[in-house]
């Protein structure tokens, strides 16, 4: 049997990956098969299964590889670049796309991580690195701006956090997501990493 090239096995699965990720936009996560993943890329359905053992599987690679805006919060030095890229990632749940087809596998999503803990496992995964890097982002500006009550830090961490996570299951779910609200609580809590401790001046 010939040995296999890795380089080769490689892009062929990233070949798969991008194939899958276009039809599961498409169609959604219920409706697409792997006959219409393997069509999409160009592939016999054998040749994915040397790749891929499931859809499952095919879709845990997916959110494996999904940006989670670390890069962007690395970025954030002070509370100007902090609140700015907030204001992105709440602005982006306003795009008229994400009320479509992403919305909806996003959502199927959720609904096989409730019963997949393989699936909930990278999920949970990728809501950490999120996390991690918006609280290591709001210590560093804090730090900067001489903010010394790590506690009070963290929470305004938190609280960003449960903004940005309330204005995406709003997207996902359709109600309306009174955004200027949003905007003015994320910059009120940015505002806080430069006040004194609560109830002080």
Same mark, same amino acid.
């Given at each position: 049997?010939?040995?296999?090239?890795?380089?080769?096995?490689?892009?062929?699965?990233?070949?798969? *990956?991008?194939?899958?990720?276009?039809?599961?936009?498409?169609?959604? *996560?219920?409706?697409?098969? /792997?006959?219409?993943?393997?069509?999409?890329?160009?592939?016999?359905?054998?040749? %994915?299964?040397?790749? #891929?053992?499931?859809?499952?599987?095919?879709? /845990?690679? %997916? !959110?494996? @590889?999904? +940006?989670?805006?670390?890069?962007? %919060?690395?970025?954030?030095?002070?509370?100007? $670049? &902090? &609140?700015?890229?907030?204001?992105? =990632? *709440?602005?982006?749940?306003?795009?008229? $796309?994400?009320?479509?087809?992403?919305?909806? @596998?996003?959502?199927?999503?959720?609904? !096989?991580?409730?019963?997949?803990?393989? /699936?909930?496992?990278?999920?949970?995964?990728?809501?950490?690195?999120?996390?991690?890097?918006? #609280?290591?982002?709001?210590?560093?500006?804090?730090?900067?701006?001489?903010?010394?009550?790590? +506690?009070?830090?963290?929470?305004?961490?938190?609280? *960003?956090?449960?903004?940005?996570?309330?204005?995406?299951?709003?997207? &996902? =779910?359709?109600?309306?997501? /009174?955004?200027?609200?949003?905007?003015?609580?994320?910059?009120?809590?940015?505002?806080? &990493?430069?006040?004194?401790?609560?109830?002080?001046?």
């Amino acid at each position: 049997m010939p040995k296999r090239d890795p380089s080769h096995m490689a892009a062929v699965r990233q070949q798969i *990956l991008t194939a899958a990720r276009a039809v599961f936009e498409r169609k959604g *996560l219920y409706e697409a098969s /792997v006959s219409d993943v393997s069509k999409e890329a160009g592939l016999s359905v054998g040749s %994915l299964y040397v790749h #891929f053992r499931s859809k499952e599987a095919i879709l /845990v690679a %997916l !959110i494996e @590889t999904a +940006d989670f805006n670390g890069v962007p %919060l690395a970025g954030c030095n002070n509370t100007a $670049d &902090l &609140l700015a890229l907030v204001e992105t =990632i *709440l602005r982006q749940q306003e795009v008229p $796309d994400t009320a479509g087809q992403a919305a909806r @596998t996003a959502l199927e999503v959720a609904a !096989i991580a409730r019963r997949s803990p393989e /699936v909930q496992a990278v999920v949970i995964q990728n809501y950490e690195k999120l996390r991690s890097a918006l #609280f290591d982002a709001v210590l560093r500006v804090g730090e900067r701006a001489a903010k010394r009550n790590k +506690d009070e830090v963290l929470a305004i961490g938190e609280s *960003l956090l449960s903004l940005l996570i309330a204005a995406q299951a709003q997207m &996902l =779910i359709g109600v309306p997501l /009174v955004m200027e609200a949003k905007i003015a609580a994320a910059r009120m809590l940015v505002t806080r &990493l430069h006040a004194g401790p609560a109830g002080r001046k």
